[in-house]
């Protein structure tokens, strides 16, 4: 039974960009579980909660995405080889200082929200109402962790010696 009254057709690009969508997640998820695990230093207690706040929202985002997949009828992306091949969101090595870590988050947040208007556009296409809607939820409350990321960021931004020396 087609209880959506979408083909398969029809929904195969929303699909295509929540499945976009999905491994960029998972990708900057595990950035996340990394920066929370090897940050150091003065800024320890600050980003460490942070980071594990953000892993915990984005593991429930996954989730939620994945079964909305399901949900239009088609199948989400499973495997990890699987997201790092299509994934946009760069996937980070070993990061010593904590507002390079930062920089790279609010990388990975320019990259998912880019692809969070990308699914709302496809869905908008056939009118798919609940797609855009779970997407616009997702997305305003990552523009809001955006935010907060980039006060933080723009806080403790290092002066260089040329900037110094003009104050
Ligand atoms: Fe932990």
Do not use: C
């Not at 997640?25 to 980071?51: A, C, K, S, V």
């Not at 199948?75 to 990061?95: C, F, H, N, W």
């Not at 920089?103 to 556009?121: C, F, G, P, T």
């Amino acid at each position: 039974m087609n209880y959506l009254g979408l083909s398969k057709e029809q929904v195969a690009p929303t699909g295509k960009a929540l499945n976009q969508l999905l491994a960029n997640y998972h990708i900057y998820y595990q950035n996340l579980r990394n920066f929370h695990w090897n940050i150091t230093g003065e800024d320890f207690f600050d980003l460490h909660n942070q980071f594990e706040e953000l892993y915990e929202d984005a593991r429930e985002k996954i989730d939620e995405i994945a079964e909305r997949i399901l949900t239009l009828r088609l199948r989400p992306m499973s495997q990890l080889t699987d997201y790092l091949k299509i994934s946009e969101a760069e996937e980070y090595g070993v990061v010593i200082d904590a507002h390079e870590m930062v920089e790279k988050l609010l990388e990975n947040h320019r990259i998912i929200i880019a692809s969070m208007r990308k699914v709302i556009s496809e869905a908008d296409e056939i009118s798919d109402e609940g797609t855009i809607d779970m997407t616009g939820g997702m997305l305003s409350s990552f523009e809001k962790s955006s935010w907060m990321l980039d006060a933080w960021y723009q806080k403790t931004k290092k002066t260089t010696p040329a900037q110094a020396s003009n104050n």
